[in-house]
């Protein structure tokens, strides 16, 4: 894969998490027979985004900042940096920031305890993209980023944003298979701490496999899949999953799907559009999407740019570290 071909995913992968949660956001909360009653089939966007996509911003800006290697210290830091998000943020995002803000916790200890949601998942997409093909350390990495927000109880949360990052970053792979995709989901996960998010994720994916269609799935996943709490992990990181495969990875249809799903569709949609993003590139997106966001959001085309150039960075440091050792056991062999 040479470096277009990079940036195609990257930018992608961008956008179809933006437009996944531009598209979502009006539906938000709503159940999908009174989305059908009231708009038909959502198939159009507008805006630019909600707390997903501030969220994901911040979390690029920390990875920009410090080429692309961060801790829970350094997403903390983004956070304390770029306050004007903070009306837009979800109640345990509110929770990290006033214990860091006021120094009550230590960003590693911030997420434990925070109520259930998808906070770090929804944003998460940019720890793929800087371990692009290398979806073990993706979920690696992740799962340190994630602590800020969600840890202790509700570490399935950190769980569900390591399977998601570590999704994308397969994705990002040329030649990456759809299966390929979804078993990096769980296959990097904590085997025994993680078991709860694993066996949610492929019970998900099992459930869309054997109902086949979008509608017959829809259905039984509302009768047997819901939580109390709409964008409780458990909830929504097996539902991205499926959308993704019910689409057969195709950007604008994962995007619908979830859209017309209800529930916390704009996060939903948004996850799902971010893997499918990577996986087709941006050419994968209707031109007419891609245009109206250029037109709305001129810094996600220079934000792809500076992503990309991150993961060639990483991906050379792989290199060298490599090419190192080979020199090493080279000598050996003589």
Request: glycine share 8%.
């Amino acid at each position: 894969m040479n470096k277009q071909e990079l940036f195609e995913k990257v930018y992608g992968c961008l956008m179809g998490g933006l437009i996944g949660d531009a598209f979502g956001a009006p539906v938000e909360g709503m159940h999908y027979k009174d989305i059908a009653e009231k708009h038909g089939t959502v198939n159009t966007f507008s805006g630019s985004g909600t707390d997903d996509s501030a969220v994901k911003l911040i979390l690029c800006r920390a990875l920009l900042k410090y080429d692309g290697h961060i801790t829970a210290d350094e997403f903390a830091e983004s956070f304390m940096e770029n306050p004007e998000f903070y009306n837009l943020f979800f109640i345990p995002v509110c929770n990290m920031f006033h214990k860091v803000k006021d120094k009550i916790a230590l960003p590693i200890d911030a997420g434990y305890g925070n109520m259930q949601s998808s906070s770090s998942a929804m944003a998460i997409s940019p720890m793929g993209i800087v371990n692009a093909a290398n979806p073990r350390q993706a979920a690696m990495e992740a799962f340190e980023v994630a602590g800020l927000i969600h840890s202790g109880p509700t570490s399935f949360c950190r769980d569900g944003a390591a399977a998601i990052a570590a999704a994308t970053a397969e994705a990002m792979r040329p030649n990456t298979t759809i299966e390929s995709i979804l078993s990096s989901a769980t296959s990097y996960l904590h085997k025994t701490s993680s078991e709860l998010m694993i066996n949610k994720i492929k019970n998900g994916l099992q459930m869309a496999k054997d109902e086949k269609t979008y509608e017959a799935f829809r259905e039984r996943y509302y009768n047997e899949c819901l939580f109390d709490i709409i964008c409780d992990s458990r909830e929504t990181i097996p539902l991205a999953l499926a959308l993704f495969m019910l689409a057969g990875g195709d950007p604008e249809q994962t995007i619908v799907y979830a859209a017309n799903f209800g529930r916390d569709a704009d996060t939903v949609a948004s996850m799902a559009g971010a893997i499918a993003g990577a996986y087709r590139g941006i050419s994968g997106f209707p031109a007419e999407w891609i245009a109206k966001i250029e037109s709305e959001n001129s810094t996600q085309k220079q934000l792809a740019v500076d992503m990309t150039d991150l993961a060639v960075k990483r991906i050379e440091e792989s290199e060298n570290y490599s090419s190192f050792f080979s020199s090493i056991l080279s000598v050996d062999r003589k």
